[in-house]
């Protein structure tokens, strides 16, 4: 598989969806968790997400539970509190892996195209982002600690870059 288009993936509401659905969008791919540290990012996602989608900008959120257990809750749970307590309304896929035997082919895929500091490939925490241009080819990968609101030119870029 050579671009993001070429994937699919079920959304919170359980219906596998092709990625192709967001063919000529800059994205950004995030795997979210509920309880941790950086789940208020959650708010910047939403902000970047809903100032920039007119341009082209969508927000791909998916849960995981593989670092400290701080995502425990099932899909039905997850959607209730990003509802509520953040009032997410970009997309939300069902709960992954993102490393190990059972990683999401997208991940195996998003981590192959853009491995992480020294080179490894491996998801280090919750909240790690990649940012996918209009051509469904990974641009950039960011860690933790990266806020979205610090990501705002690179998306601003990519969304100005020639198709």
Known sequence: MSTLFDFSARDIQGTELSLDTYRGRVLLVVNVASKCGFTPQYTGLEELYRSLRDDGFTV???PCDQFGHQEPGDEAEIRSFCATQYDITFPLFAKIDVNGANAHPLYRWLKGEKPGVFGTEGIKWNFTKFLVGRDGQVIKRYG????????????????????
């Open 60 to 62: 791909l959120g998916f």
């Open 144 to 163: 933790p600690t990266d806020t979205p609101a610090g990501l705002k030119d690179d998306v601003v870029q990519a969304l100005s870059a020639p198709v």
